[in-house]
């Protein structure tokens, strides 16, 4: 079954540590993205990457930091800098980076900082 | 700047009956629009894309949408809503030929009642 998987899909941390959202994709897509998500705003771009070894910054990306080691995996750490933390993380896969490829979205992971 | 402005940020609607969720962009330059849906706790599935050609785009669910250049709109209707369309959907808009740099609304919530 191909699909995108993000782990945990709650999860809490103390102000001022820093945490790392996993996303995996096993659909052999280039291209992967991390958006937050919160409530009214729609989503927002924090980091794109379209091939290993590869990533920009999206429109957020200040507190935020992310690698692409391997096509399947681009964690996202949210560090200490980054003010407010609490969101929804989605973290979306695509076969390439053209406007005509379809972005999947993971389950999404819930950060609660308190 | 670009921006993708959804009017309705919550729209109730009793179950058969037709729904048009408004979405309305700023832009000069050509653009590609996207609908998104959202359930509770989970990622975006893409509903439907207009990238060229018909200006009414048929998609997943018994959706479609009409591109409306002149108006820069992208309405997004059902003619019959079923208890299960309830959700979260998006409107989103990719302005540049390069990447996939989704401007997103801020959502709209559809709530079918029975």
């Known amino acids: 079954d191909g699909g995108i998987t993000q782990s945990p899909k709650y999860l809490f941390r103390k102000e001022g540590q820093n945490v790392t959202l996993s996303c995996e994709q096993n659909?052999?897509?280039?291209?992967m993205y991390w958006y937050r998500q919160d409530p009214g705003q729609g989503l927002r771009l924090i980091y794109y990457s379209q091939i290993v070894n590869d990533f920009q910054k999206g429109d957020i990306a200040e507190g935020y930091s992310v690698s692409r080691e391997k096509k399947e995996s681009f964690p996202l750490t949210v560090t200490s800098a980054q003010k407010n933390p609490t969101a929804f993380y989605l973290c979306?896969?695509?076969?390439?980076?053209?406007?005509?490829?379809?972005?999947?979205f993971g389950p999404g992971t819930r950060l609660t900082v308190l | 700047a670009q921006s993708v402005t959804q009017l309705d940020s919550q729209v109730p609607v009793f179950e058969e009956a037709p729904v048009e969720l408004r979405c309305n962009y700023s832009?000069?330059?050509?653009?590609?629009l996207f609908w998104y849906v959202q359930y509770p706790n989970q990622g975006l599935q893409l509903l439907l894309k207009?990238?060229?050609?018909?200006?009414l785009v048929k998609g997943i669910n018994g959706f479609e949408a009409e591109f409306n250049k002149s108006q820069t709109s992208f309405h997004l209707r059902k003619p019959s809503v079923h208890i299960s369309d309830t959700a979260e959907y998006f409107c989103?808009?990719?302005?540049?030929?390069?990447?996939?740099?989704?401007?997103f609304g801020p959502g709209t919530r559809l709530s079918v009642l029975p």
């Open positions: 989103a808009v990719i302005m540049d030929n390069y990447g996939q740099n989704f401007v």
């Open positions: 659909l052999n897509h280039d291209a």
């Open positions: 207009y990238l060229s050609g018909s200006t």
């Open positions: 979306a896969s695509s076969i390439g980076g053209r406007v005509t490829d379809t972005q999947y």
């Open positions: 832009s000069s330059v050509s653009v590609y």
